[in-house]
C-alpha cells in the first residue's frame, strides 16, 4: 500500500463521508481517508465496531446506505474517478471489474433464484456467453470454490445451502468475471473456525490466479495476518497507522494500534495476558478535540488533545498519526 497514487487499481484521496442529519446539513463521519491498493496487493482495514471500515469500502463500491453520502474526495480506479463518472459508467464496472463480498450472504443473493442461474447471470451479461456457456461456468466456479457436486448443487435455491455454501456462491459470483478488485465486509465473521479458514485459502488462492487486488475489512486481527501483506488501521474514522501487516504488528507506532493487538488473543502465545482498551470509541459525529483516541491512550500528554495528529510517514513505509509515536520502538513478543 502506498500514500502517493500512480498505476494502483484503486486509489482512495481524501475520503470524506457524511451522514445527512435533518435540514440538509451533514456531519462527517469517514474523514480524509487515503489509500492506495497496487495490482495483486491484499490491504487488510481493521479497526473496532463503528471506526468506519464498511462505510469506507462502501463507499469504493457505490453502495452507500440511503442517508449516508461521500461529501470529498477520490476514489480512483484504473485511474477514472468512480465518484464522477456516470452512474451507468460505474454500474458497468461493478461485476465485471470490481466485485464485493458481504458477511451475510442471504443480503446479496436472490431468495427465489437457484444459486447456478445467479452465478450466470455476470458472465452472460458481462462475458457475453450464451446461456449454456454461463451455465457450465457457473458449475465450473462453484467446483474451483470447493463445493462438493456442483452441477446438482447448482439446481439448489439458497435456503437449501448452509452458512459456509452460500458464502461460497457468493464468492463464486463475484469472482465468476474475474474481477480486478474484490471488496470484501467481515465475508468469514459468521462462519465457524474450519469454514472460515477454508474460505480465507480460497479468496488467497482466487487472488494469486488472477492476480485481482483485495481490500480485507475485518475486526479480527488474525485473519489480516493470514490474508493481507497491507494494513490500515481505523480508528473513529480515520486512518490512524498503515504500513506492511508483519511490520506493523511487531513493531506497531500508534497506540491503538498497539492496544488493539494486546487485546486480541494470540495463537502462538496463548499464556499472553489480554489487556481490554479502556473506555469506548466515540461516536464519530462526536469526537473530542485532538487526537479522538487521547481519551483512552497510555502515551497522552498534553498537546495530544490540543491538535489533531496528521498521519505521517514515521519510518520508511509506514505512516502513524501520533505526535508520541517515537515513544512506541518496543517490539512486541
Ligand atoms: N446507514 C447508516 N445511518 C447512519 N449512521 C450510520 C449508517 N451506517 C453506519 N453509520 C455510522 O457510521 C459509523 C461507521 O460505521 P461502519 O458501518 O462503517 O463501521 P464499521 O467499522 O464497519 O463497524 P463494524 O465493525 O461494527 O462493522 C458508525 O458510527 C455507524 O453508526
Ligand atoms: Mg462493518
Known sequence: MSVEGGSAPLSVQDLTIGLRRPGGRSVAI???????????????????SGSGKSLTLRAVAGLLPRGVEVLSGRVEFGGRDLLT????????L??????MIFQ???????????????????PRRHLGLSAKEARELAVSMMARTGIPDPARRAKAYPHELSGGLRQRIMIAMAVSCGPRLLLCDEPTTALDVTVQLQVLKLLEKLCDDTGASLVFVTHDLAVVNQTCSELAVMYAGHIVEAGGVKDTFRQPRHPYTRALLESAPDFDHPERELIPIPGFAPNVADRPSGCPFAPRCGYVRDHCTEAVPPLEEVIPGRLAACFESDRLVEVLA
Open 30 to 48: 469517514v474523514e480524509d481517508v487515503s489509500f492506495d491498493v497496487d495490482p495483486g496487493q491484499r490491504l487488510g482495514i481493521v479497526g473496532e
Open 104 to 122: 451475510e450472504p442471504m443480503t446479496a443473493l436472490n431468495p427465489v433464484m437457484r444459486v447456478g442461474d445467479q452465478i450466470a447471470e455476470g
Open 85 to 92: 463518472m456516470p452512474a451507468k459508467d460505474r454500474r458497468a
Open 94 to 99: 461493478m461485476g465485471p471489474e470490481i466485485a
